[in-house]
């Protein structure tokens, strides 16, 4: 990984990270420091001087500016999949007007879904955010092929909805209590109890019964309030807004952080992330009033951070490619828990939160023929990185293995949203086995094609990339059959058609 030095700027804390910061030529290396006498230290952040085994203030300076640019940008990996939460709640809030109790943004125009960081352009999206600091909620669910779940603002899933939930399509009662509640208190016969362990918390619902009439049934069988005071919903549809739940950058992003830290209790997992962040302003129960010097940090702690997130989610290095031979990988290399026995899955989630939104247990452990599956790659058959300015096709082979359909759709590596390429229609950024316009071979495969230049007379099975918008696809299996586990169905890498 690259190296990033600071420079200290005399008069001022301003962090630069354009040019190495100088050393002076009598400095010893840092591995060969004796940290003794007098010393002058060669640093990633320039020199720092020892007197009598002392520094003056402007060399401690220099090393606590540092520190707290590395708590920043680690803190920026560690706080991710929180931040991309509250982002997407407050503005779906803003775009739908869905920040009232009951309230549900539904997504189904290009131009809706566009909004949502790789968004399934292939079904209705149903989207509710809950606040269980007022009480808890109850949901009477409605049987039929739905997928989706309730998420925690870690985006864990406290539990599944529909096909891959409790229910199994059948449809029932649960109960979803916040962290100072006691779910003991609303046990009762055919009713699912969960606790949360944030207060705010996503209800997200796929559609996906191919019916377009089954929108109006689920809509109006479904109820949700109080316990024991459940009642119909609003669904806010036909909006056809632009928007974006992308997380900020710069100072923004700090300022959603320190925003949901205040909203939500603190887990004993996070107490070493919210000491680091205390130097920096942040702190549970105080405004966020950071000074001249934290802000200048935050802002490039922020841009570092996400500089070391976009490197793991295109070069995952803990992770292994699920071909052998190919740059796919399957998404979700971590736990639903996103902590294992020794460690907290830093590296592994922010890999996916980074690029996406939401898991439950349906995507992170999909079985045959239950849940989804997520693949993706960033790579042409060469392992060069896809650009938007050179033509690839993709082969996919015939008869995929999914009980229910296969998709893929084009994503944006700036936005991690679906792509905007000029086009109006779901199917100018996702193609799969219910586009009606998809042209098959003989034999049943497809190829697709993606760059600037349409193949003639193969426009609709085409994907047009623009200006340098790097891009990147999830090729989504729906209901996965064996042939996927078992890897006897294979896709090959994106070939290159100069």
Request: glycine residues 8%; negative net charge.
């Amino acid at each position: 990984m690259a190296t990033f030095p600071v420079l200290l700027i005399t008069g001022a804390a301003l962090l630069c990270t354009a040019a190495p910061a100088a050393v002076a030529q009598d400095a010893v290396p840092l591995d060969q420091a004796t940290l003794s006498g007098d010393e002058a230290i060669a640093t990633p952040y320039g020199t720092v001087k020892l007197e009598d085994s002392y520094f003056g203030e402007d060399d401690s300076q220099v090393l606590f500016d540092a520190m707290d640019l590395q708590r920043a940008a680690q803190a920026y990996v560690w706080s991710t999949p929180l931040v991309s939460m509250t982002t997407w709640r407050d503005a779906q809030g803003e775009a739908f007007g869905t920040d009232e109790p009951g309230a549900f943004a539904v997504l189904e125009t290009l131009r809706e879904k566009r909004g949502i960081v790789t968004a399934n352009l292939t079904t209705p999206y149903i989207f509710n955010f809950t606040d269980l600091s007022n009480g808890p909620v109850q949901i009477d669910y409605p049987a039929g092929q739905t997928a989706g779940g309730v998420l925690d603002m870690w985006q864990r899933p406290v539990f599944d909805l529909g096909l891959t939930g409790p229910d199994a399509g059948e449809g029932a009662t649960y109960i979803v209590v916040g962290p100072d509640d006691d779910p003991a208190e609303y046990e009762a016969d055919g009713v699912y109890v969960y606790q949360s362990a944030t207060n705010n918390v996503l209800v997200g619902i796929r559609i996906i019964d191919p019916d377009p009439a089954y929108y109006d049934t689920f809509v109006a069988d479904y109820r949700m309030g109080g316990v024991g005071e459940t009642a119909t919903s609003d669904f806010v549809r036909g909006r056809d807004v632009e928007w974006s739940a992308t997380a900020p950058r710069g100072l923004a992003y700090w300022e959603k952080l320190a925003a949901i830290v205040n909203a939500e209790p603190v887990r004993e997992i996070d107490k070493p992330w919210m000491a680091m962040l205390v130097p920096l302003g942040i702190a549970k129960g105080e405004a966020f009033a950071p000074t001249e010097r934290q802000r200048e940090i935050l802002i490039e702690g922020a841009a570092l951070g996400e500089l070391m997130a976009r490197n793991l989610q295109v070069n995952p290095r803990y992770a292994e490619v699920w071909w052998e031979g190919t740059s796919w990988y399957k998404s979700f290399d971590f736990q639903i828990a996103q902590e294992t026995d020794t460690i907290q899955q830093i590296d592994q989630r922010v890999t996916w939160f980074y690029e996406a939104v939401a898991s439950t247990e349906g995507m992170v452990n999909p079985q045959p023929r239950q849940g989804q599956v997520y693949m993706t790659s960033k790579r042409d058959q060469n392992g060069d990185m896809l650009r938007a300015d050179r033509n690839y096709t993709l082969h996919v082979p015939a008869d995929v293995p999914v009980g229910q359909f296969w998709s893929v759709t084009l994503y944006s590596e700036d936005t991690r949203r679906p792509y905007d390429n000029g086009g109006t229609e779901i199917a100018d950024v996702t193609k799969g086995s219910r586009t009606e316009s998809l042209q098959a071979n003989e034999d049943g495969s497809v190829d697709l094609y993606f760059g600037p230049d349409a193949p003639e007379g193969m426009e609709s099975n085409h994907f047009r990339t623009v200006g340098d918008d790097g891009w990147f696809v999830y090729f989504r299996l729906y209901a996965p059959e064996e042939a996927f586990f078992d890897k006897s169905f294979r896709l090959d890498d994106f070939q290159r058609v100069e």
